[in-house]
Every structure is written in C-alpha cells, then in structure tokens.
C-alpha cells in the first residue's frame, strides 16, 4: 500500500444525509407497501407515477423552514437555462400533473403513488436528504366526506399492517379554525400572512417543544441550544394566552367568533358525524384543536397519524412513537396552473418512520431470504466447472436458490462464504467423487449443532445425517429433504 | 378566461424527456420485475439500492459521446461546494458501495438492483432523461464462469417472461479479442487510447448503420443528416478492411496474433464449454465477434440480449426488436477505489424497452384493475353521505373495491364517472329508497348491452336483471353476486 498508489484513488464515499439499503430492509418496505396499496387499490385509489425532476417554478415553494431561495430543494438548470428541482414530496408533482391533464381525467381523481423525494436539508440521526413517502389523493372533491374517508382509510391502513386499536390514533382539525383564532387575534388579512405562517409553525412544533419554548417562537423568537436564533412571530402575551385557549378542546367561543371560525367548526362536526356513521369512534379518529401540520398550502381540513405506544429515544427515556404520516385539504395548489377551482385533499405517509413503528411491535419480518444452496468450486479447470455448473442448474430449474460459488479462494474460505450467506446446504464434488458420479451433501445447520451433542452413538447417526454422498442425479431430492428439515 | 388572470398561472409542465406513468404501466412493469427479481434470486443475488445522487467524482466519466465535461449527467453542487451528479447508471453507485463496504461483505458479493437512471442527453421519441436499468452483478470474482453465468441467466429471465427460445438470442464477445486487433493494426498502447475508443463506439453502432457509414467513423469522420460532424478515428483503409475482417467469425489468425488476442480467444473458449455443459446451446448464447458494447470501462468478456422477433419501425418497415439489455467484465471500476484489484462482471436490462418487447408479443396484460364498485351520491347531507359511506365500508370490508362519489356533479355525470373509471356496478339510494331500507343494484356491464336485445320477453328478463332492488343489509352478497356474472 504505497502513499503514491493512494493519492492518485478515489474516495469511496456518499454524500451526507443519502443511504444504502440491504436487502432485509428492501424486503420489509416492499412487504409494509404491498399491504398500504392493497388498502388504497381497495378504496378506489389508482397507481400514478412522476418523474423525479420537475419545473422548479411548478413545484412552487411550499417547503417549511425555507428562509433563503432555493434553499430546502435541489435545483439545477436545464440546457435552455430553465430550473429544474428533484421533487420535495409527491403533492407539488401531483398538482402539476393534474392541471396538465385535467381535460381528459376521470373527476374526481383517486390516485396514489409512492417515491423517493428529496429535501436539501442539514441530516442528522433519523434524518435524509433523500425519503420516500407513500401517498393518496382525491383531487376535484371539494366535500369534507372526501377528506373523512381519507381519514378512514388512514385507519385501515395502520390496522392492515397489524397496529392494534388503542395504539393509533388519527387527529383531525380545520385550518379555518385556526384562521378564525388568528383573526380574533388580530392577525388576519393579506398583510399579516407570513406571520400567520410563523405563527403555524410554532404551534406544529408542540409535539417537541412545551409551550415555554412554543411562546418564544409566537413572541420574540428563540435562541436554540446551538446558538442559532428563530425569529418569532411578535405576538404579546394576551395574544399568545388568546391563542392558546383557541386551540384547547371545546373553545367554541373564540373559534365561533369569526366567519371562517364557524366554517371550521361545521366542517369538523360533518367530518365527525361520518366517522361516526361509518363507526369510526374517537379511539381511532377524533377531532383534536392541537393539530395544525406545518405546511401552508393547507386550507381546510388537517389531519395526522399518530402512533401511541412508547419507544426508548436516544437517551433511553419512555417517548410516544408519534406522527407516521399526516394531510389535509390544499384547494389551492392545482388552481395555481388553472382558470377554475379545483378542491383537492390527500394523506402522506412517511415510509421509513412507519417502518421503524412497525418493527418496533414485531409486524415486520426481519429474517433476510434463506440464503442459496453452494455448490463448492473445488476442481477448477473447465471439466470440473462445467460438472458444478450442471448441479447448480438442475437445482434453480426445480425452484431451489442456489450458487456455484466463484471467487478464488480455498475451501476453508468458501465454507465461510456459506456461512455469510445464510446457505442451509453446502455440495461438494472433488475429482474421485466426480469421477465416482457422485456429490457429498453438507447439511449445514445440523453440522454446526454436532458438536453440542455429547451421546456418541447420538453423534454417528447425526454425523451420518450432517454429511452423506448421493449420485449426481439424485441431488435434487436429496437436497430438497435437508432443505425441509429446517423448514 | 381573462388574460389577466391567465398571466398570473404557472404554466403545467414537465421538463423535456420526462414522463408520467399511469397504473396499466405501473402494474406491467412491476409485474416483469417480480418475475425477474425471481429468477436473479435463485441465482442466489440479493437485493441492494444505493442513493440517487452520488459524488460526481466517485460516479467517474464512463459514458458514451460525452464530449463536454459533465455533459449526458444532471449535477449539481453541495452546500460544501462538492459535484454531486444524479446516478446516469447502477453500475458505478454499484462500485462505489462495494469499495466503501469491501471488508465487510461476503466475497464474491452478489447484488441485483432496479431502479431509475437520469441521462442529461437530447430526448427524442422513446429516448427519455428519466428510465429505469435492472442490473446483477458478481463483483469479486475474476473466473470467466461469473461472466457465463450471468449470460445463462440473462437467457433464463427472457423464457421466464414468456420470450420463446429462438425468439432471442445472448450474443457474447470478449474485449481482449478486439483489443488484439486494434494491436494488430497498429492502434495499441496508452498514446492511441482516445482512438480505440472511438472505434469502439463506431463499431458498436453496426446495429443502426452499415459498414459504409461505420468506415467513415473509422476513418476520416462522419455528417449526420442533421449537419453535425463527427470526428473519425482516423484509419486508413487497409486498417479498416483489417478491423472487418478481425470482426468475422472465425477469424483466429487476425484475433490471436497478438497475446490480447489469444486470451481472449481462450476466454471466449471457456465461456463457450460452459454454455455447451449446461445445456445453453447456440439457439440461446452464441459468441458473436460483432458485439463490442460502447462503454469504455469493460475489459474482458461482453454480452449483449438481443430479440430476434421483427417489429415494424415509424416509417412501418419490419425491424428486428434488437438490444434489450447488456453488459460486462469491469475489473477496474471497484479497483478505481481500492489499493487491491477487484475483478467484476454485471448485467442491464434497459426496463421500458423490455416491456415493449413483451408488450409487442402480448406477454403482460395491459388490463387495468377493474373499476370500483360506485356508490352515488344522490343526497349530499351528512345523513346522506353517511348512509353511503356504510355500504362502501360493509362492500370494502368484505374485500371488494369501492367508491363513494365524492364530486359535485349530478346523476348523468356520475354514471358516466362509473363508465369511465370502468366500474361494472352502481349502487343507488334516494330518500325513498333510504327511508325503505333499500338500495337499487344497476350492473352496468349488462345494461350496456340491454339496447341490444330486440325480443321483448329476453329484454324484460335483462332488465330485471341489469336493475333491482335490495335491502341494504344484503348489498354485498348482491354485488357478489353481480361481479361474478362477469369473471
């Protein structure tokens, strides 16, 4: 390893925040979506796809915490100069897609789609740049029954994928009602919307912060721990208390006390009376004046899955898992592209967090795929290779996993690749066997309990069973039964 | 329609080359990349997914006609000034993950992986900047035997989708023979590097061109139609009628004068006894002197799938289908990381272009999901709109797809709501009916044929059948009833 030899490499390495993924984790997701999609196919949703590049003017900038331009996305310019961004989540792509098709889709328009997305963001523990959420949308139904059965249907999902009642919970709130607070509180109107926005995102932020810290955020600002300061929305403290009261459970009084106020408050005793006419009672949704979902394209009806049941956070103290997924009603963002309103409702789900949720309780199976049969590489030469080859097919042709193993080194060495891979049965043929017409059978798994066995004559018929030769042409057999002693 | 309201509408759009998929697509694709994703198991690959972004440096310059730095690539710059490129293939993410983990994974490391790959290239009709590759590679494994496994696997997965034998065709050539005769006339050594690459790449275009058309790329250069020039190797005639001949079948004595060459040959000889012991004759895997592939990093053995079946082109003349997938031995690539070589050998499918393939030969169905059962919606109040949403939920619980109509619009245009997302049931309540506790049942398939029928009796009979009555309690079994009439 000479200092020359390495100057002149490249360094393996992935930009921060971007993972690899194996294949027990490839495994687990795609059995966790196969469930969602079969929950949302069954409801009436149908599979759409974008691509992962989008105008970036098109997708609009809808990101929270977006202070400079440009910031939170990955944006680049095209030959004729135009930006371009890697979409940030799936609902800007969805409204573009729907305003340029509108003429010649079914109204309304069910879909769902699941994608990577990308945000160009700091990544810490638990946190990358590049994501994947499951989502559903019903875009072109401006009643709440649209925004009801996604709630429902949020529901069912958590339930398909074994999350027992009790354990769930989806909250449902109304934007308006929260404007109508703000309103009371003097902060309504066009002139006060990036305030309103601020103060949005404070109180989203109460899943983390108590309302100490969320008052900073509504008043002067906050100086986090590592010295950076967020600008506060500028409230006083009979603002923030008037607030406060508003988003307590059954503070009819002031949410009532405007127009968009009482507008809210109908939509949510409608959403309500469906769910209960469906039978979905407050242990599985209910209505919750806490929930506001940090995004500003929301306009009406915001709802959010939350999961019950208590983790370990990083420090080993007892937290609820918290949000998998959330939504609500953006009327505004397709009617960006087009001359007439287009109401429109839908429900992210955040892939990874759920995953982890779901192995969390056990749902997921972890066990990787049993790993192939290895037929060992023990004569080298074109004959020997050629006999290994025949074996390997005549496995795969009856359906069996299995490997002619190709590096280079020993034995010694390919019985530890076996090992690494998880393979049940080793094979191995050297030239007397081959000559013989004939394979020695390793069942690995008994093999490595031999040792454990103390009765001699227990060992022998063990032994016998660990390893035994078969013809050549009686390998499939043999290899099925040992396959099936392990299940 | 105001103008002025129109200046102010973000116009719809998608950057160019990219596309939208529907569910029929979806649905097709996933369901040749169940069938592939199987048979590369049973070869014992497992699943592996690396990020989009990638450093541009790690990535390196491995693609064809890239003249321009950073040219045929989307990059961009990361906040700490580093290039990062979106991945333009899965073989170089591929050799960065394997140099980064090399210690830790079983050796030889065998992965699959599908996914979607950006080229920042001139789209045209079927040339898209977004598509999707399904690569496996055996990385660490320097035998020929990798190389002709992943062939007879290649053979494997097209009679598994449904492609008969004879019908295609893995052609297989060896790099080495082809650098003998670029040595043999006189184009060896570091200094002619850049030259033999544009051969390569010239005789890789024999698929499109005759030799006419590729002896100007060899030669003095070539204008396309369009105007533009490409600059040619620079071969004299007698160089060029040398390279053809070497390119011949059976041309042993121009391939082997050289010690490439004879290697090679050698190679191509123990790929070609393996094929023969397992059983791959040359309807399936022949060795084919043509096939180069354009991409410089290959070193050893190359493979190309090609379909032999004829398609009509765009000016309606019979084409051969052609290249569906390739690849190669890439010793270098992983080895560009590493201070120790790393042999290595993969395959790609090029994704859209296989499921064209099977779509010309009628091997996946293009049948969508059937429609969902509608649910209309004749009363819009909460009573209304609960009383449907019961019978939607009953019908999903007993597992059958259904809707409740969540739009404005009134009956006419519901029905033909139905009609278009290919629903073959409709359910309907009026207050009449809700207060009776009844439902009427319209099967749409059969009252789509009712106009058909001339005999008055048959008619009543159909009628009756096309439109009836039930009590709400019995709707699911009636609508069981209703979509087993029609498969």
Same mark, same amino acid.
């Given at each position: @390893?000479?200092?020359?030899?390495?100057?002149?490499?490249?360094?393996?390495?992935? =930009?921060?925040? $971007? *993972?690899?993924?194996? =294949?027990?984790?490839? *495994?687990?997701?795609?059995? @966790? @979506?196969?469930?969602?999609?079969?929950?949302?196919?069954?409801?009436?949703?149908? *599979? %759409?796809?974008?691509?992962?590049?989008?105008?970036?003017?098109?997708?609009?900038k809808f990101l929270p915490d977006q202070d400079r331009p440009n910031a939170g996305v990955f944006s680049l310019k095209d030959d004729d100069e135009q930006w371009m961004s890697l979409r940030y989540d799936l609902t800007a792509p969805l409204a573009r897609y729907c305003a340029e098709n509108w003429q010649n889709l079914p109204k309304p328009f069910r879909s769902y789609r699941a994608g990577w997305v990308f945000r160009n963001e700091k990544p810490g523990p638990g946190r990358f740049r590049q994501f994947m959420q499951f989502d559903a949308d019903t875009v072109g139904a401006g009643s709440v029954a649209a925004d009801a059965e996604i709630c429902m249907m949020a529901a069912d999902t958590l339930e398909a994928l074994g999350i027992p009642r009790g354990a769930y919970v989806i909250k449902v709130n109304n934007r308006k009602v929260l404007d109508g607070v703000m309103e009371a509180i003097g902060?309504?109107?066009?002139?006060?919307?990036?305030?309103? %926005?601020?103060? $949005?995102? *404070?109180?989203?932020?109460?899943?983390?912060?108590?309302?100490?810290?969320v008052g900073k955020l509504l008043g002067p600002g906050r100086l986090d721990e590592s010295g950076d300061f967020t600008k506060g929305a500028g409230l006083n403290d009979a603002q923030i208390a008037q607030l406060r009261a508003g988003l307590a459970p059954l503070a009819e009084q002031v949410e009532a006390s405007t127009e968009a106020g009482r507008q809210g408050l109908a939509e949510l005793n409608e959403m309500a009376a469906l769910f209960s006419a469906a039978g979905y009672g407050p242990d599985r949704i209910k209505i919750d004046p806490s929930v506001v979902r940090g995004l500003e394209y929301y306009t009406g009806p915001v709802y959010e899955a939350e999961l019950l049941f208590e983790v370990k956070d990083e420090a080993g103290r007892p937290v609820r898992f918290g949000s998998v997924g959330g939504g609500g009603r953006y009327d505004g963002l397709v009617s960006r592209f087009l001359d007439e309103p287009v109401p429109a409702t839908g429900f992210s789900i955040g892939v990874s967090r759920l995953l982890a949720a779901l192995q969390a309780l056990g749902k997921v199976s972890t066990t990787p795929e049993p790993g192939p049969v290895l037929v060992l590489a023990m004569d080298r030469d074109v004959a020997g290779m050629s006999a290994y080859q025949r074996i390997v097919k005549d496995l795969r042709d009856a359906g069996i996993r299995a490997e002619l193993y190709l590096g280079s080194a020993g034995m010694k060495a390919q019985m530890k690749y076996a090992d690494r891979r998880g393979s049940k049965v080793a094979i191995i043929q050297g030239s007397n066997e081959r000559e013989a017409g004939e394979v020695q059978i390793k069942d690995l798994v008994l093999g490595a309990t031999l040792n454990q066995t103390k009765d001699r004559e227990e060992y022998l018929a063990k032994q016998a069973q660990a390893q035994f030769a078969v013809k050549v042409e009686d390998v499939v057999g043999a290899v099925k039964k040992v396959l099936a002693r392990h299940g």
């Open positions: @390893m000479s200092t020359e030899a390495k100057i002149t490499k490249t360094e393996a390495r992935k =930009p921060r925040g $971007l *993972a690899d993924r194996g =294949p027990a984790d490839i *495994a687990a997701t795609e059995a @966790m @979506m196969r469930v969602i999609r079969e929950v949302y196919s069954r409801y009436g949703f149908d *599979a %759409l796809e974008t691509p992962f590049l989008e105008y970036t003017d098109a997708l609009g902060i309504g109107g066009e002139e006060n919307a990036a305030r309103r %926005l601020i103060v $949005l995102r *404070a109180i989203d932020k109460l899943d983390k912060f108590d309302w100490v810290e």
